[in-house]
């Protein structure tokens, strides 16, 4: 794995752990084998119930060609669920399919309790696979009113697929002082691997 790769996996990390929170439960699936368009039935431990309504939000790490950076979307699967499920349905709606993305999910209260909006449940990055049999639609099918009907949500599609997350200024600033310390390094060694090239053929 080369170093440009190495750097975009850590930037994708450093996004989500500047802005992470510590969970209090956590997500009982698995999501292995999830594909563009299925359902999956959402299941997580049992929170208090002073926490509800809850919300659920997708999240997905998008890395760039340079290696050096990545963009993170966001947007609400729902802001009304309860107890220790929801269906989500259309994956990954309300975002878009992004090959090669890292997807994770967060729940939370909808409202601040104790001055403060902590995340209830965090799931592990999971992928998201095209079974490629047709172009993946804007959203869900309809499902007779058992789908989603969150638009109270706050977030728009156009802006789930087009703005990235505010990870606020210290984050971003820890992040660049990061890519530019390994920058830095990886220029040096390769002036060094040059010098030890020029200096075994003066020897020579």
Avoid at 73 to 92: E, V
Avoid at 123 to 135: H, K, L, M, T, V
Avoid at 174 to 190: D, E, N, P, Q, S
């Amino acid at each position: 794995m080369g170093f440009s790769s190495v750097l975009g996996q850590l930037l994708a990390t450093l996004i989500f752990c500047a802005v992470r929170a510590t969970a209090t439960a956590a997500f009982t699936n698995s999501f292995a084998d999830v594909t563009s368009g299925s359902s999956v039935s959402l299941t997580w431990d049992s929170v208090p119930s002073q926490y509800y309504p809850l919300c659920i939000t997708a999240q997905v790490i998008d890395k760039t060609g340079d290696g050096f950076s990545a963009n993170a979307y966001r947007a609400n699967i729902t802001t009304g669920a309860s107890g220790t499920s929801y269906s989500w349905s259309g994956i990954p709606f309300p975002l878009r399919l992004i090959p090669g993305g890292l997807y994770q999910l967060e729940l939370r209260p909808i409202s601040p309790v104790a001055g403060e909006v902590p995340v209830l449940a965090k799931s592990p990055f999971f992928g998201i696979s095209d079974p490629g049999n047709e172009a993946q639609p804007d959203g869900p099918a309809e499902s007779g009113g058992g789908g989603r009907s969150d638009d109270s949500s706050g977030i728009s599609k156009p802006v789930a697929i087009g703005v990235g997350v505010a990870i606020g200024v210290p984050s971003i600033a820890g992040t660049l002082f990061i890519v530019w310390y390994l920058r830095k390094r990886h220029r040096k060694a390769a002036a060094e691997k040059r010098r030890l090239k020029r200096s075994d053929f003066v020897i020579s």
